[in-house]
């Protein structure tokens, strides 16, 4: 990952400077179109290395004690959104599905918050600018916020996710927690093709206070020109916490497998390791 020097945010305080620069080149859209999954298919690689790493943007944390990460990948030119938080205590602030990270960027952050440049470069149906970009600092150093007011069209903490009932309007796939879940990929391939983002939400509902080896995982890909699936995201969820990750940016066969840290034993925890699981592809 490539190490840059953090522009530090306390509360909405602002200490950056502003650096504009050329658009970097789009991303394109795959041509090579996979065999559609079937239920035999294995998970791809289980392994822990990310082969599309993510240089993070904006690292923001809200009053209700939401996480926000905004970050880029630059070998696939893909952008990344992750929300975390506690399981009863709050829910994602960053409305879902979203049309694109600048417009999602700046519909939570205050004016006074510097925006990142590499959220502009992010190709996007309307090419003018948004008016809500108009006189906000633009830098190419990455944002650190905390303490930021919970934007109004946050969900509430009583919107929060639970293990009976999920985060998404209309998912693609939605797997209930139950103990003995086994390890699913979902792929766009089944969903009508290519797609510009992959949303995986998961909430590991396994008690607070068990091991964090107890953790709920998800992994999301994208498929090259070679016809292989790159590994973009690798996310391990701690017992009841819940994590909601947006992956894209340009058309491409996606995919997102799960798995957990028990290896689907019913008996864990006494029937209490489970978690829930669900997602769709598209904006």
């Known amino acids: 990952m490539t190490a840059r020097k953090p522009t530090v945010m306390l509360s909405i305080s602002v200490l950056a400077l502003a650096a504009l620069a050329a658009p970097a080149p789009p991303g394109f859209a795959q041509s090579i179109a996979p065999t559609t999954a ?8 289980d392994g822990t290395a990310v082969e599309d790493p993510e240089d993070t943007l904006a690292d923001l944390t809200f009053a209700n004690g939401v996480r926000v990460v905004f970050s880029h990948s630059p ?7 992750l929300q975390k938080g506690h399981g009863g205590q709050n829910a994602p602030v960053v409305p879902l599905p979203l049309d694109n990270m600048l417009d999602a960027y700046l519909e939570v952050t205050p004016r006074s918050l510097p925006v990142p440049r590499l959220l ?15 006189g906000r600092t633009v830098t190419a150093s990455p944002i650190v916020a905390r303490q930021l007011a ?14 009976n009932s999920g985060y998404f309007w209309h998912p693609d796939w939605s797997d209930s927690a139950i103990p003995g879940r086994k390890p699913k990929a979902y792929y766009s391939a089944d969903f009508g093709g290519k797609e510009r983002y992959t949303n995986s939400f998961v909430y590991n509902c396994t008690p607070a206070g068990s091991p964090s080896s107890l953790n709920a995982r998800h992994r999301i890909y994208y498929m090259n020109a070679f016809g292989n699936y790159v590994k973009q995201y690798d996310g391990q969820v701690p017992p009841d916490d819940w994590e909601v990750k947006t992956k894209g940016s340009v058309m491409r066969y996606r995919m997102v497998a799960y798995s957990d840290g028990w290896n689907s034993d019913p008996t864990c ?8 699981r669900e997602g769709f592809f598209g904006s």
């Not at 502009?120 to 108009?134: A, C, K, M, V, Y």
């Not at 969900?155 to 996710?161: F, H, I, K, L």
């Open 38 to 45: 079937t239920p035999d298919d294995p998970s791809p690689d």
């Open 75 to 81: 070998s696939s030119e893909d952008y990344g959104l």
């Open 120 to 134: 502009l470069d992010e190709p996007r149906d309307d090419s003018t600018p948004p008016p809500d970009l108009q």
């Open 150 to 163: 919970v934007p109004g069209s946050a969900s509430s903490a009583s919107e929060a996710p639970t293990c």
């Open 269 to 276: 925890g006494g029937g209490t390791c489970k978690y829930h």
